[in-house]
């Protein structure tokens, strides 16, 4: 018998809702363990309190920024996600805030 692998588990920090649960629906049924959140805040604070296989980010996010939320996660103290790749997927993404968060993320994904 085959040794079962755990599921990858995913944090998706996205505002639009509708966006949100189109993915976690997506990559629920392909296996990964999801959570998603489209509070900023609260993105921040399950990266602080669990170890996540990979972060998807919006930049747009209202309030707060995703270039605060990485900078957050990145610089944790908890270190629980300092290493965790963070892909940014995002509708409106211009040339100088891919080349500042270029260093902290593993990818750019822009939104439909």
């Known amino acids: 018998m085959a040794a ?7 944090l998706i920090i996205e505002d639009e809702e509708e966006f949100l649960e ?4 997506n990559l629920t049924a392909r296996g990964f363990r999801v959570q998603g959140t489209p509070k900023a805040k609260e993105g921040i604070l399950r990266a602080k309190n669990q170890k996540y296989d990979l972060i ?7 309030a707060v920024s995703g270039k605060d939320v990485i900078m957050a ?3 944790d103290k908890s270190g629980f996600n300092l290493k965790s790749p ?6 409106s993404l ?5 080349k500042e968060i270029r ?6 994904v822009v939104k439909p």
């Open 4 to 10: 079962q692998t755990s599921a990858k588990s995913l």
């Open 22 to 25: 189109i993915v976690s629906e």
């Open 56 to 62: 998807i980010c919006d930049i747009n996010l209202g």
């Open 73 to 75: 996660i990145r610089t």
């Open 86 to 91: 963070i892909i940014v997927m995002s509708g």
């Open 94 to 98: 211009d040339a100088d805030t891919v």
């Open 103 to 108: 260093p902290h993320v593993q990818g750019v």
